[in-house]
């Protein structure tokens, strides 16, 4: 047996196992609580604070704001709401922008249930609150740190000094 063998076996296994560990740490189990208020007539738009707190013992406090447009129409606040992340490698993963689906129903006591993604991280969202709801909408979500300026739409760039259209 070549004596560079067993060398290259213990550098195999050891590369295994770091893959493995690796891609186990890469589904960091994360969760969001929040609170949001709500509004819908045809365009969709929330606002609302929360929570990420994940198993590794980070968390961090966020931002929630949604727009989006639908056959949708109430006014309601979500005062106990929760989401599961998955996908997720290190809590700042979470911040960003999120494609959402949602559904909503509720007279007098609201409810909200929407499934969000954003490249490889998707969010699960649920929540009960008081108002009145109906409808499905899809919607831009984002999840940001407080005080955090919205981003600029490319369209939005100041222009060049001395330049026009």
């Given amino acids: 047996m070549n004596k560079s063998?067993?060398?290259?076996?213990?550098?195999?296994?050891l590369a295994a196992t770091s893959s493995i560990a690796a891609a186990a740490g890469r589904d960091l189990r994360c969760s969001l609580t929040f609170t949001s208020s709500e509004w819908s007539a045809?365009?969709?738009?929330?606002?609302?604070?929360?929570?990420?707190?994940?198993?590794?013992?980070?968390?961090?406090?966020?931002a929630i704001r949604a727009r989006?447009?639908?056959?949708?129409?109430?006014k309601w606040k979500i005062t106990d709401g929760r989401g599961t992340f998955t996908h997720v490698?290190?809590?700042?993963d979470v911040l960003g922008d999120y494609l959402a689906v949602s559904g909503?129903?509720?007279?007098?006591?609201a409810g909200t249930a929407r499934a969000l993604t954003k490249g490889n991280v998707s969010l699960l969202l649920a929540g009960k609150g008081d108002g009145f709801n109906a409808g499905i909408?899809?919607?831009?979500?984002?999840?940001?740190?407080?005080?955090?300026?919205?981003a600029r739409h490319a369209s939005e760039a100041?222009?060049?000094?001395?330049r026009t259209k």
């Fill in 158 to 162: 100041p222009r060049p000094a001395g």
């Fill in 68 to 74: 989006g447009i639908g056959i949708t129409a109430g």
């Fill in 89 to 92: 490698a290190r809590i700042e």
């Fill in 137 to 150: 909408a899809i919607s831009g979500f984002r999840i940001s740190k407080p005080g955090a300026k919205p």
């Fill in 42 to 62: 045809l365009y969709a738009s929330a606002v609302g604070e929360g929570t990420v707190t994940c198993k590794d013992g980070s968390s961090m406090p966020v």
């Fill in 104 to 109: 909503d129903i509720g007279v007098s006591r």
């Fill in 5 to 13: 063998m067993p060398v290259l076996l213990a550098a195999a296994l």
